[in-house]
């Protein structure tokens, strides 16, 4: 009878450790990153540039138009998760963690990594986790210097445990942008994506084949630009995130390390109630929450993405 338990509790052992790994095969991480245009709390901060987006700015920012805006926030990542969720979720324009707290009450189980950083008008990256299934490691923001005169976002660093066992590396950034003339400013995306590169680099020197996942506003055209990494947003296969005078581009990018890079898809996720017509060039367009100073009642400038990681095979 006790050989007959031990080769019952083998079997099951067995039959355990057979289930996980199909779990781990077939399990799909649903990774979102999305520029949700001026989210800002509209208290006043005196730290901020944010007199715009208070009760009485240009932009009448009130707080019935921000919990507006929460709420279509909310309602637009639920639909995209569709029935599983999203597992991790990557923010850029967040002011403040008043935000994220507002934002996660409409979200069950999220928790949030957050830091401020020293943009001028006080907009931040940021990071969502589905507590049950990611547990957080670590994190740190990174400076992004580009000179006395000019301060840009951090870049917000997060190592995570997935519940099917992978370690990621992920790097959240929103660089400089195009203001004053895409040629003119490139210097400072350049100089951004140079400190990424220093995170990559310092990576693969301490850990072996490092699963590693860079995502954020590039606020530049998808190009194969950090060493050791692959610009998931390559080839283009759609009509892009962002759209300004009727011309798309894909600014919002995934970049993965090739350990996993041919285990992920990353789509743009141009769900209905976030597009409107575009009158003036034709097509769709993201419906943003401002056109100039006019309230038009949407969500963001951009479309979000998604990348689907699956598991080991």
Not at 107 to 132: E, T
């Amino acid at each position: 009878m006790r050989y007959l338990r031990v080769i019952l509790l083998l079997c099951l052992s067995l039959q355990m450790a057979a289930q996980s790994y199909e779990q781990r095969r077939d399990s799909v991480c649903q990774i979102a990153f999305w520029n949700v245009e001026n989210l800002f709390y509209p208290g006043r901060d005196s730290l901020n540039r944010d007199s715009d987006y208070t009760p009485d700015g240009n932009h009448r920012w009130t707080y019935n138009r921000y919990f507006h805006k929460i709420e279509d926030l909310s309602r637009a990542l639920v639909t995209i998760g569709g029935w599983q969720g999203l597992d991790l979720i990557g923010l850029c324009e967040v002011e403040t963690d008043s935000c994220l707290i507002h934002l996660t009450r409409r979200l069950p189980r999220y928790g949030y990594v957050h830091y401020d950083s020293p943009d001028r008008r006080g907009i931040d990256c940021a990071l969502l986790y589905h507590q049950d299934r990611i547990r957080v490691l670590s994190s740190r923001t990174i400076p992004v210097v580009l000179d006395s005169l000019h301060t840009t976002r951090d870049l917000l660093y997060v190592c995570a445990r997935t519940y099917v066992g992978d370690t990621l590396h992920m790097v959240v950034c929103h660089l400089p942008s195009q203001w004053g003339g895409q040629a003119a400013s490139e210097w400072k995306r350049q100089r951004a994506k140079a400190q990424i590169q220093q995170v990559v680099d310092s990576l693969y020197e301490a850990v072996e084949s490092p699963q590693i996942i860079v995502m954020g506003d590039m606020n530049s055209a998808p190009r194969n630009d950090l060493t050791g990494l692959k610009n998931m947003a390559l080839p283009e296969r759609w009509d892009g995130t962002h759209r300004f005078q009727g011309k798309w581009t894909t600014l919002d990018q995934f970049y993965a390390s090739p350990v996993i890079a041919d285990r992920t898809e990353m789509q743009v996720m141009d769900i209905d109630f976030l597009k409107e017509y575009d009158r003036r060039y034709l097509g769709h367009k993201p419906r943003r929450t401002f056109i100039g100073p006019r309230y038009n009642k949407g969500v963001s400038d951009h479309y979000p993405i998604v990348l689907k990681l699956k598991g080991e095979k």
